[in-house]
């Protein structure tokens, strides 16, 4: 069956530390990958897009990759803040197309501690 | 300035009861959505409108109806509500499909169904 998971339990790091999020998938083969960062009572903001053909993605602090082979993609948050605690979302279009059909992981929060 | 927004934030009705829910962009998006967010936070996706054209449906019961009466407004009808129907429900909107353009969500709205 397809599926797409994320490490469900919470994820607690230390100010300053680097947090890495793990999305796997499985029976898919997606051109690209989305990850969205939601906070509680809010609805997902998107952070970064990585296509098939790109290993790595950066913007700012945050450095996504994308494993085809693995069917994995690793999201990173250098020197991170208490501002970062969120819960995070991973998504692909399971159609490998451009219908906005986006299937989403169901998040791993992130706890942050100064 | 709000993007995406929707109305009401909060939703509780008894079972059985008609409800409706709005949402507008402002943001010139073709595309908008209606995802819904269960208790275990699963993101999943009911329907999607093209230029007022439906292209995504779902397998959601016939109770929910989505109306775009153009392409900066998409609401929701929920008919017969039942107890299951409780869970936060998105808005989103993208140009074209998300490949892009990824989605841009509004703050949801609570629907709590006694």
């Known amino acids: 069956s397809q599926k797409i998971e994320q490490n469900s339990e919470a994820l607690n790091i230390q100010e300053g530390k680097t947090a890495t999020l793990t999305c796997n998938y499985t029976?898919?083969?997606?051109?690209?990958l989305q990850w969205y960062r939601q906070d509680p009572g809010r609805g997902p903001v998107f952070l970064l897009l990585i296509r098939e053909n790109e290993k790595e993605k950066r913007k700012e602090r945050l450095k996504v990759t994308f494993d085809t082979t693995l069917k994995q993609s690793l999201f990173h948050i250098t020197a991170s803040q208490p501002a970062d605690s969120a819960t995070y979302l991973c998504a692909l279009d399971p159609l490998s197309g451009n219908t906005g059909k986006l299937i989403f992981g169901q998040g791993t929060t992130l706890q942050v501690k100064p | 300035d709000t993007a995406v927004s929707q109305t009401p934030k909060y939703l509780v009705t008894q079972m059985g009861n008609d409800k409706s829910i709005k949402c507008e962009q402002n943001?010139?998006?073709?595309?908008m959505y209606w995802y819904k967010q269960d208790s275990k936070k699963f993101l999943k996706i009911m329907f999607s409108y093209n230029n007022k054209e439906l292209i995504i449906n779902e397998t959601v019961p016939n109770r929910f109806s989505p109306k775009s009466p153009d392409k900066a407004h998409l609401n929701l009808h929920i008919n017969s509500l039942e107890l299951g129907d409780s869970a936060v429900y998105f808005c989103?909107?993208?140009?074209?499909?998300?490949?892009?353009?990824?989605?841009?969500f509004g703050n949801g709205t609570r629907l709590t169904v006694t």
């Open positions: 943001l010139g998006h073709d595309t």
């Open positions: 989103a909107s993208s140009q074209g499909g998300s490949y892009n353009s990824p989605l841009h």
């Open positions: 029976n898919y083969s997606p051109a690209y």
